[in-house]
C-alpha cells in the first residue's frame, strides 16, 4: 500500500500562475481533506469532501477549489496564485469523518512557493 | 470549538519516559482528545486518542485527568526518531475537522 500520495512534491509558481495539486489514497478511504501547514505553525484545513461526491469548505478556504474526482482522488486548484498561498499543503484521508474510530492518514506534503 | 494549550518545546534523554502535557479547561462532554505528531519534513502521523479512560497501544499511553480538563501524552522509552511536534487536539468524534494548534516540539538527546 502506497497509503496518501501527492504530486507534485515542489513547484514554484509565479503571482497569477494556476495550478492544481493531485492527491491518491489507495485505502478505500470515503473522507479526504487538503491542509495547509504555513512556516511555524499547525495545520490549516482548507476543503474536506466527507464521501465521493461531496466537498465542503474547512477554515481557509478562499483563493482555493476542489474536485473530488473519484473515490480515490481528491484535488486542489490554485485559480490565480498570490504569495500569501506559499506554504506546504497536505492531504489527508479516513474511513470516514468520524474522528472518534477513525485516524487520518497523511501524505508527504507538497511544498509550493509563490513568487 | 475548544481549544488547547501545550508548551512550545520539550527536551528529553534517549530511553528515558517523557510525559507531554496538555490543558483543555474549555472541553465539553463529547469532545475527544487525539495525539499526532509530524516527524521533521513529513505529514502527520496518528499517536492515540481517548474519550475518558486513559489507553494505551504500542506507540504511547494517554493519561486523561478526572476532570478531563488535561491530558498528558506518554512516551515510555524516548528514541531519536520520536524527535517530533506533538499535537494535542480536540474534536466532537465525528466532524473529522482538526484543528491543529502549534504543539509541542520534542527534543531527544542522545
Known amino acids: 500500500n502506497a497509503g496518501v500520495t501527492q504530486t507534485p512534491k515542489f513547484q514554484v509558481l509565479k503571482t497569477g500562475q494556476s495550478m492544481t495539486l493531485q492527491c491518491a489514497q489507495d485505502?478505500?478511504?470515503?473522507?479526504m481533506y487538503w491542509y495547509r501547514q504555513d512556516p511555524g505553525m499547525g495545520l490549516r484545513l482548507i476543503y474536506y469532501s466527507a464521501s465521493e461526491g461531496t466537498t465542503d469548505k474547512g477554515e481557509v478556504p478562499n483563493g482555493y477549489n476542489v474536485s473530488r474526482l473519484n473515490k480515490r482522488e481528491f484535488s486542489l486548484r490554485l485559480e490565480s496564485a498570490a504569495p500569501s498561498q506559499t506554504s506546504v499543503y497536505f492531504c489527508?484521508?479516513?474511513?470516514?469523518?468520524?474522528?472518534?474510530?477513525?485516524?487520518?492518514?497523511f501524505g508527504p506534503g507538497t511544498r509550493l512557493t509563490v513568487t | 470549538d475548544a481549544k488547547t494549550t501545550q508548551p512550545n518545546s520539550m527536551e528529553s534523554n534517549e530511553e528515558e519516559p517523557v510525559h507531554l502535557p496538555c490543558n483543555h479547561s474549555t472541553i465539553s462532554g463529547t469532545d475527544y482528545i487525539h495525539w499526532y505528531r509530524q516527524l521533521p519534513s513529513q505529514g502527520p502521523e496518528y499517536v492515540i486518542h481517548g474519550l475518558t479512560s486513559n489507553v494505551n497501544n504500542r506507540m504511547a499511553s494517554l493519561a486523561i485527568a478526572e476532570d478531563r480538563k488535561s491530558s498528558t501524552l506518554i512516551l515510555h522509552r524516548a528514541t531519536l526518531r520520536d524527535a517530533a511536534v506533538y499535537y494535542c487536539?480536540?474534536?466532537?468524534?465525528?466532524?473529522?475537522?482538526?484543528?491543529f494548534g502549534q504543539g509541542t516540539t520534542l527534543q531527544v538527546k542522545p
Open positions: 487536539i480536540l474534536d466532537s468524534g465525528n466532524t473529522g475537522k482538526l484543528i
Open positions: 485505502m478505500n478511504h470515503n473522507s
Open positions: 489527508a484521508s479516513s474511513a470516514t469523518m468520524a474522528s472518534a474510530f477513525y485516524e487520518q492518514y
